[in-house]
């Protein structure tokens, strides 16, 4: 069974995340977390009665409700076990019981010192199924009080209650009245309706929303919480109750993509750019894909061919096409760029949209988006990038680093042979993690180089184009083993020029692994990138690199300078001998008065504050 991340988070959620409880749960059935909960609480009462033979499983089921309603009623939700005494002391033989159900641990336990020992549960979703429990008995027998019906930070233990078997349908009433968001988290729970009581409650939520003070300022918070319960909830009802709320906020859209609404997944996409950082969008996307993919196929098709579409719809649709990289849809958005007047203002989203679903057919499709990028201007306008630089350097490019257009690689790499797109597209690939696009890149690198060779230019692009990389691996986002391989061929590739295997070099080692020592440390010593390699193995903290830097540190004092920033990295005797000489020298060079420098001084402090602190 494929479960979507969203649907997993879900059943995560309504387990407290706890590992045995998830565990249990079995995946092959429709997820019903309460049931996982129910079911363990009572394999641990059994357990219990086993071992003690002095009362029955559901004696102890009774002393947890007793003491679930005990804490209800004094609102305590980590009572201290003498309060919990104090508010059972008729009781003698649930007092005992829950001696014993404290002292096993699996369901409740005592926390503290002895003196100030408190209830704890294994997770708060345990103990809200016992509060559930509890305030169903009160429902059956019209003893709950109407302050806690109406606590909103009950209502979903309330709207669980509300499931159990013989609640009366009169209930119903009072939980519209006091506490309407019961009323939604009971929906959450049975989703689709099986039961009178079920077909109450959804009764019961209509009728809050017909009524015009719901929608009134003094409810604005109680509304958002109740389209929240329905953006967690899947069911053919969700999209017409969301439709009945005035207004939209982002949780709203979310309710209605989970439940295969268009409508919601285009303002999703509205909201953040492609090449914007947002899980929730994603995780909406890939939820919407492995549920509703062909159906979401079927209905963007004749949107997106007609004329006249709405603006935002049309970028909106665009968006999602390129999340939902299908081939089988370019052509639609071939008829969209055909008849869209206003496509050179979205331009970036035909770009993601061809690109991601481009196919094998990417120069049709992508040909005549890249001819009108060409021909946007190329001059700056007060030192702002031009337009057609500005197109794809930011969200577009951001887009592609996060999801590689793998069919539409080669045919940038072709298009970038002419200049007019060879810079935009360059700096767009940086990046990107596809071994075609990274050595586009370090070729495109190593061409600069070579051009500014023996002059005084300098390209700051390629001085920090790597830092791309290092960035990602920052951010838990490493460059692929695939890529990296192609960059270490590069650059061991004797054949290649000096330019290219620095480039290379660099972007390799920008990523970090566990088997980059035994590269580096075979690279000769009379290669052009020994130095490069000896960096690179001090920065990974290769003890066996010391005996390479000892002899850099030997240098004139201005090389020293730069080999002395690794020292702390390996430090050892000898490292520290080679600082009492390197005193020595500056006590032998310098003489004692007030502003005298050694090009050393600086990096020297740094390494002595790095290896005190």
């Not at 750019?273 to 062909?294: C, M, Y």
């Not at 650059?491 to 970090?512: G, L, P, V, Y």
Request: proline residues 4%; glycine residues 4%.
């Amino acid at each position: 069974m494929r479960l979507s991340d969203l649907v997993c988070d879900s059943i995560s959620e309504a387990l407290g995340h706890d590992p045995l409880l998830i565990a249990l749960h079995e995946p092959n059935h429709q997820p019903q977390a309460e049931r996982v909960i129910e079911e363990f609480i009572n394999s641990s009462v059994a357990r219990l009665a086993i071992e003690h033979a002095e009362y029955t499983a559901g004696d102890y089921r009774t002393a947890l409700r007793s003491m679930a309603a005990a804490m209800l009623s004094h609102r305590a939700l980590s009572p201290s076990w003498p309060a919990v005494k104090s508010w059972l002391t008729n009781e003698n033989d649930v007092t005992g019981m829950l001696r014993h159900l404290v002292h096993h641990g699996e369901i409740v336990r005592l926390s503290g010192a002895a003196t100030v020992e408190h209830l704890i549960f294994r997770h708060d979703r345990i103990r809200d199924a016992l509060f559930s429990e509890a305030i169903a008995v009160g429902m059956r027998t019209d003893e709950l009080e109407n302050n806690l019906l109406a606590e909103p930070y009950f209502a979903e233990v309330i709207g669980a209650a509300l499931l159990d078997d013989g609640i009366p349908a009169t209930v119903i009433d009072r939980v519209l009245a006091s506490n309407p968001l019961a009323l939604f988290c009971a929906f959450r729970t049975f989703r689709e309706p099986l039961k009178p009581i079920h077909h109450a409650i959804l009764g019961a939520i209509d009728l809050w929303l017909s009524d015009p003070e719901t929608h009134g300022p003094q409810n604005s918070h109680l509304r958002w919480e109740a389209l929240a319960e329905l953006s967690r909830t899947e069911s053919s009802r969700v999209v017409a109750i969301v439709r009945k709320f005035q207004e939209m906020p982002a949780i709203a859209w979310e309710a209605l993509f989970r439940n295969g609404d268009l409508t919601g997944g285009i303002n999703i996409c509205l909201a953040a750019e492609p090449g914007v950082g947002a899980i929730w969008r994603d995780r909406q996307i890939e939820h919407a894909k492995l549920r509703f993919d062909s159906n979401l196929r079927s209905v963007i098709d004749p949107l997106l061919r007609q004329d006249g579409l709405d603006e935002k719809v049309r970028v909106g649709l665009l968006r999602m096409v390129g999340y939902l990289a299908d081939p089988r849809l370019a052509e639609v958005i071939e008829a969209s760029w055909n008849i869209d007047a206003a496509r050179g203002a979205h331009l970036g989203d035909y770009l993601w949209a061809f690109a991601q679903c481009c196919g094998n057919d990417s120069e049709r499709f992508l040909g005549p988006v890249c001819d009108v990028w060409a021909a946007l201007p190329s001059e700056q306008n007060d030192n702002m990038p031009s337009p057609r630089d500005d197109l794809a350097a930011h969200s577009l490019k951001w887009a592609f680093s996060k999801d590689v257009p793998e069919s539409a690689i080669t045919y940038f790499i072709k298009r970038a042979n002419s200049d007019d797109l060879r810079w935009p597209i360059t700096y767009m690939l940086n990046g990107v993690d596809h071994p075609d696009a990274v050595e586009f890149v370090v070729r495109e690198l190593a061409e600069i180089s070579r051009r500014l060779e023996g002059t005084e230019g300098f390209s700051p692009f390629v001085s920090i184009a790597a830092d791309e990389w290092q960035r990602r691996q920052e951010g838990e986002r490493s460059m692929s083993p695939k890529s990296r391989d192609r960059l270490l061929g590069l650059w061991q590739n004797q054949a290649n020029d000096k330019h290219i295997r620095r480039n290379a070099f660099r972007f390799w080692a920008a990523t970090e692994d566990s088997r980059d020592l035994e590269i580096l440390q075979s690279v000769d010593a009379s290669d052009l990138l020994a130095d490069s390699a000896l960096q690179e193995r001090l920065r990974r903290r290769d003890s066996k690199a010391t005996s390479g830097l000892l002899l850099k540190l030997k240098d004139a004092a201005e090389r020293r300078a730069f080999w002395w920033h690794f020292a702390h990295l390996v430090w050892s005797a000898d490292l520290a001998r080679a600082l009492q000489e390197e005193f020595d020298a500056r006590e032998a060079s310098i003489a004692r008065t007030w502003g005298a420098s050694f090009p050393t001084d600086s990096v020297i402090y740094q390494t002595i504050t790095l290896l005190s602190g």
